[in-house]
């Protein structure tokens, strides 16, 4: 139960949960004969669900994340013990998919096998437990898919390990460091989204006693200086709403929650 709390809760402080609970409140105190409180509650709603629409927004958003993640990753990636995959990013192989997919993330496992393939470390953790609030959900570990998947890409079964049992980052980083004191390790390369990797790589310094070595992938946006030059369209284009941008800043304020939320636990 509180593993689905600390899911579900979250989604009334993102903009669209918040947005639409403000104008709910708004027809609620309308309907009581309160028409100056619904219509401010009511417009207070649509102008915080419209900001966080913006590309504008979402973009700043995302780039201070991502500009974090930038300026943690070596230029030049060190050897290590193992490369860690965090979870997320791929679709499990389950009807009608002919096999495991990847979506959006997905650059994760794939920058942990051109580390394998660079020789950075003997051994591949694919990590990510079961998240579902269906019964009887057939879907594996993410970790598992993760496997399949990298050894259809060409990676020896000996090299990976699997770490099917762990559902949030603080929990990865917990378990992880039990795994790093069993085999002597010392030294792990970290692989998530650029987003993500402010408060993994915190987390992970924590809680999994290693020496973390991020690395960043699975960036959103180039960086500013190669976005190009701004025109009247482009800047009416950033000022509407828009459904992916929207997506973007609960990404963004996800992360920033969530960092905020290991800090006062003690996880990061």
Same mark, same amino acid.
């Given at each position: 139960?509180?593993? !689905?709390? +600390?899911?579900?809760?979250?989604?009334?402080?993102?903009?669209l949960?918040?947005?639409?609970?403000?104008?709910?409140?708004? !027809?609620?105190?309308?309907?009581?004969?309160?028409?100056?409180?619904?219509?401010?509650? +009511?417009?207070?709603?649509?102008?915080?669900?419209?900001?966080?629409?913006?590309?504008?927004?979402?973009?700043?958003?995302?780039?201070?994340?991502?500009?974090?993640?930038? @300026?943690?990753?070596?230029?030049?990636?060190?050897?290590?013990?193992?490369?860690?995959?965090?979870?997320?990013?791929?679709?499990? @192989?389950?009807?009608?998919?002919?096999?495991?997919?990847?979506?959006?993330?997905?650059?994760?496992?794939?920058?942990?096998?051109?580390?394998?393939?660079?020789?950075?470390?003997?051994l591949?953790?694919?990590?990510?437990?079961?998240?579902?609030?269906?019964?009887?959900?057939?879907?594996?570990?993410?970790?598992?898919?993760?496997?399949?998947?990298?050894?259809?890409?060409?990676?020896? @079964?000996?090299?990976?390990l699997?770490?099917?049992?762990?559902?949030?980052?603080? %929990? %990865?980083?917990?378990?992880?460091?039990?795994?790093?004191?069993?085999?002597?390790?010392?030294?792990?390369l970290?692989?998530?989204s650029?987003?993500?990797m402010?408060? +993994? !790589? @915190?987390?992970?310094?924590?809680?999994?006693?290693?020496?973390?070595?991020?690395?960043?992938?699975?960036?959103?946006?180039?960086?500013?200086?190669?976005?190009?030059?701004?025109?009247?369209?482009?800047?009416?284009? +950033?000022l509407?709403?828009?459904?992916?941008?929207?997506h973007?800043?609960?990404?963004a304020?996800? %992360?920033?929650?969530?960092?905020?939320?290991?800090?006062?636990k003690?996880?990061?």
């Amino acid at each position: 139960m509180g593993f !689905l709390l +600390s899911k579900l809760l979250p989604l009334f402080v993102y903009p669209l949960g918040l947005g639409l609970l403000l104008q709910l409140a708004g !027809l609620g105190a309308a309907t009581r004969g309160q028409r100056g409180w619904g219509l401010g509650l +009511s417009g207070a709603g649509i102008g915080l669900i419209w900001l966080f629409a913006m590309p504008f927004t979402s973009r700043q958003l995302i780039w201070g994340l991502e500009e974090r993640a930038s @300026a943690l990753t070596p230029a030049a990636i060190p050897n290590a013990d193992a490369v860690l995959v965090l979870g997320g990013g791929l679709k499990p @192989a389950l009807a009608p998919r002919r096999g495991v997919e990847v979506s959006e993330g997905g650059d994760r496992l794939l920058t942990g096998l051109r580390l394998m393939r660079d020789n950075k470390a003997p051994l591949l953790i694919t990590s990510g437990g079961s998240i579902s609030f269906t019964a009887a959900d057939p879907a594996p570990p993410e970790a598992i898919s993760a496997r399949e998947l990298a050894v259809e890409l060409g990676l020896p @079964a000996s090299k990976i390990l699997i770490n099917p049992g762990s559902r949030t980052t603080a %929990e %990865e980083a917990r378990d992880i460091g039990a795994l790093a004191r069993q085999r002597g390790w010392k030294k792990i390369l970290l692989v998530t989204s650029a987003f993500h990797m402010p408060r +993994s !790589l @915190a987390t992970f310094r924590q809680r999994s006693g290693l020496t973390v070595i991020p690395v960043a992938c699975d960036y959103q946006l180039p960086s500013r200086n190669a976005y190009g030059e701004p025109t009247a369209g482009s800047v009416v284009k +950033s000022l509407l709403p828009d459904a992916e941008a929207l997506h973007l800043s609960s990404v963004a304020l996800k %992360e920033h929650l969530g960092l905020a939320i290991y800090r006062l636990k003690g996880w990061s």
